[in-house]
Antibody, heavy 121, light 108 residues
């Protein structure tokens, strides 16, 4: 059974970098699939942040691309998110998920439970 | 940027049929997916590839597609179906994932 678990600071200061890690169990990242991050501001909708393949190739939401870096550590079976120059608008629940499908459509089949990150001084 | 449009809210009485639409220009080229999200929980996939139902999802959930609009239909709505529903697809190249704004389903 595939399980994902987010971890990282729950409070980040404005202008600093938000860093989160997603630990995967029940499946080896090296075996395939894209692995992604999604966020949800309090009371608002879902926003896809980006995805990474085990080889390291990445796709980012164009609206966040200048501030986002997603990396993968296959030896630890985990992947990470860094979001720079954060503001209060980046306050959200951040989810990690396994991206499944093919060129005709990708979806998020397995999700972590989510972690709330608040940007505040 | 590419957008998917959903109605903000839909209300139905128990036992009735709820229909939630999602519109987007690339939907004829890219499959749509539907997620159910209850308060404090992660989203759960309820429909994939426009109309397929994952194992464990009740048969009352179904999906359909027509041109630039996809529809999630919940037949015989139950109180437990009250939740936010999100459609998700990708841009025409299949590179970027996009979510609709979400629809709050209220069971009266």
């Amino acid at each position: 059974q595939v399980q994902l678990q987010e971890s990282g600071p729950g409070l980040v200061k404005p202008s600093e970098t938000l860093s989160l890690t997603c630990a995967v169990s029940g499946y080896s990242i090296s075996s395939g699939y894209y692995w992604g991050w999604i966020r949800q501001p309090p009371g608002k909708g879902l926003e896809w942040i980006g995805s990474i393949y085990h080889s390291g190739s990445t796709y980012y939401n164009p609206s966040l691309k200048s501030r986002v870096t997603i990396s993968v550590d296959t030896s630890k079976n985990q992947f990470s998110l860094k979001l720079s120059s954060v503001t209060a608008a980046d306050t959200a629940v951040y989810y990690c998920a396994r991206t499944e499908g093919d060129s005709s459509g990708y979806y998020l089949g397995y999700w972590g439970q989510g972690t709330l990150v608040t940007v505040s001084s | 940027s590419y957008e998917l449009t959903q109605p903000p809210s839909v209300s139905v009485s128990p036992g009735q049929t709820a229909r939630i639409t999602c519109s987007g220009d690339a939907l004829p080229k890219q499959y749509a997916y539907w997620y159910q999200q209850k308060p404090g929980q992660a989203p759960v996939l309820v429909i994939y590839k426009d109309s397929e139902r994952p194992s464990g999802i009740p048969e009352r959930f179904s999906g359909s597609s027509s041109g630039t609009t996809v529809t999630l239909t919940i037949s015989g709505v139950q109180a437990e179906d009250e939740a936010d529903y999100y459609c998700q697809s990708a841009d025409s190249s299949g590179t970027y994932l996009v979510f609709g704004g979400g629809t709050k389903l209220t069971v009266l």
